[in-house]
């Protein structure tokens, strides 16, 4: 069976969340509320990680809402604190029975992609909404992360050459880079109306907040790198030029899609 690619066993995982915390939390903060987020809203954080979101989503409904935030692998987000009405637990949205139904809002960021039965998954978190209610699917675009600047043509390429054996490691595990492009129209087979997508990107620097992204995902898997054929010298020129000002790349864009599953009236 493929496995996840980025389990939340490795040390480099709490790196990766901070960076997605930072530089995209503000970003799906704004996608949620567009769905009209309010006080005693029930939620579901799917796949949730460090659950700097799923915490933000219980402050929004308060104590009279609900928010429910699971993940394969939840030792990243217990340790944080979390008022009662937020919910941690350990569960698998493949093959665990569903957490719960009549969800006024759904959300999960950067987990479908990753899993070969996303389809069926997709089929799943909108089985647990109540009519009327949303899923807000968020995922990378793996594909379009151009470099913008460099110090030189053959760092330009070491770049590519090592963010594309990455990708292609993504791919062996059963993910989908391109899912992002896909989820729109898979949402809207799965039955959600009223749908809305946006893109968000930005430059990363060597040196940024960002850009250590690239450098926990490629440590993290840094020996079935080198399986695929990046040397341990293409390593540390990969790291020395994320740290490099001169380089600069564009951010993995992230697609939000929201989608609203209809009302019984809406079906008559
Ligand atoms: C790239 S991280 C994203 C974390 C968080 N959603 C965010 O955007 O900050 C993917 C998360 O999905 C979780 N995950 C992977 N497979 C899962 C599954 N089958 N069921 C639930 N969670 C899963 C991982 O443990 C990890 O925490």
Redesign the pocket.
């Known amino acids: 069976m493929p496995q ?1 690619l ?3 066993a490795a040390a480099q995982t709490g790196g990766r ?1 901070s960076v ?2 930072r530089c995209y939390d503000p970003v799906s903060q704004g996608q949620l509320e567009l769905t009209g987020l309010a006080a005693g809203w029930r939620c579901l954080e ?5 659950s ?2 799923g915490d933000w989503l219980g402050e929004r409904v308060g104590p009279g809402g609900q928010v429910t935030v ?4 939840p030792r990243w987000a217990a340790g944080r604190e979390r008022p009662a009405h937020v919910r941690l637990v350990r ?4 093959r665990d029975p569903l957490p719960g139904d009549g969800y006024d809002l759904v959300h999960a ?3 479908l992609q ?2 070969p039965e996303r389809l069926h998954v997709l089929e799943r978190l909108v089985e647990v909404l109540r009519p009327g209610g949303w899923l807000v699917l968020e995922e990378f675009d793996c594909g379009w992360t151009p470099v913008l600047a460099a110090p030189d043509e053959t760092a330009a390429a070491l770049f590519d050459r090592v963010h594309s054996a990455l990708i292609g490691l993504l791919q062996e595990a059963g993910g989908d880079p391109l899912f992002a492009r896909r989820m729109t129209g898979a949402m809207a087979r799965a039955g959600l109306t009223r749908l809305a997508a946006t893109t968000y990107a930005e430059a990363w620097p060597g040196g940024s907040a960002g850009i250590a992204l690239h450098r926990h995902n490629s440590d993290q898997v840094a020996d079935r790198l080198a399986a695929a054929g990046i040397t341990n010298g293409d390593l540390d020129r990969f790291r020395a030029l994320l740290q490099d000002p001169a380089f600069i790349v564009n951010s993995y864009p992230l697609l939000s899609v929201r989608g609203r599953r209809p009302l019984l009236e809406d079906l008559r």
């Open positions: 996840y980025f389990d939340n969340f997605l915390e799917v796949g949730g990680g460090s700097s979101l699971t993940d394969i692998e569960h698998d949205i493949v960021r950067l987990v990753h899993l």
